[in-house]
């Protein structure tokens, strides 16, 4: 994009931040002519962040420095099923009390970035939504719009099955969990953006 509107993808940009982006220009429209929503996940698998997060939280600082408003999603929910993305083995499934200090340990390391005080960024738990949903109602619900041969496409899957390493059910069932993640950010705080 040669000549952006908006401050934030000014600022995104000149720090190189923007690799790929579904629609840049209404992207730029968007975040010019009002506040953006938009959220960041961090699963819950250990209590603290690595530095391979630290560009997604300076993206959510930038983000809210611009006057927008940035959502900090914890994965109390997906963590309990796995991200299966890069790796070539299912992770250790977490009991609930790891799963809860890990996130008190992320919240203290995303509070020394982000404001979180009144009218500020938030920080949501997925598993506020994700563990109440009741498994054959959502399979009814949400089921029909994702097909198998799609998800097969993505690499996360792929990959996986190219190495000939198992991939279980469960974590087949990660993204159909992430996409849910936006419906409900989008259904209650008009959440517009996923970066990542």
């Given at each position: 994009m040669t000549s952006?509107?908006?401050a934030l993808l000014r600022t995104l940009e000149a720090r190189g931040y923007i690799h790929q982006c579904t629609d840049l220009a209404a992207l730029d429209a968007l975040a010019a002519d009002g506040v953006?929503?938009?959220?960041v996940g961090y699963d819950l698998t250990a209590d603290s962040l690595?530095?391979?997060?630290?560009v997604s939280i300076m993206m959510l600082r930038h983000l809210q420095r611009a006057g927008h408003r940035p959502i900090a999603l914890v994965g109390g929910?997906?963590?309990?099923?796995?991200?299966?993305?890069?790796?070539?083995?299912?992770?250790?499934?977490?009991?609930?009390?790891?799963i809860d200090a890990n996130k008190r340990g992320i919240e203290a390391s995303l509070a020394k970035?982000?404001?979180?005080?009144?009218?500020?960024?938030?920080?949501?738990?997925?598993?506020?939504?994700?563990?109440?949903?009741?498994y054959i109602p959502f399979l009814r619900d949400f089921g029909t719009h994702f097909t198998i041969n799609r998800m097969l496409?993505?690499?996360s899957v792929k990959l996986r099955l190219?190495?000939?390493q198992p991939l279980t059910l469960l974590e087949f069932n990660?993204?159909?969990?992430?996409?849910?993640?936006?419906?409900?950010?989008s259904r209650r705080y008009g959440c517009r953006l996923q970066m990542g």
């Open positions: 952006t509107r908006s953006v929503t938009a959220y690595h530095v391979g997060h630290l929910g997906t963590t309990k099923v796995g991200d299966p993305s890069g790796k070539d083995e299912m992770r250790q499934l977490l009991d609930q009390d790891r970035f982000l404001d979180f005080g009144a009218g500020g960024a938030l920080l949501v738990d997925n598993d506020e939504w994700l563990g109440r949903l009741g496409t993505f690499d190219e190495r000939e990660y993204m159909v969990m992430q996409a849910y993640d936006f419906l409900e950010l």
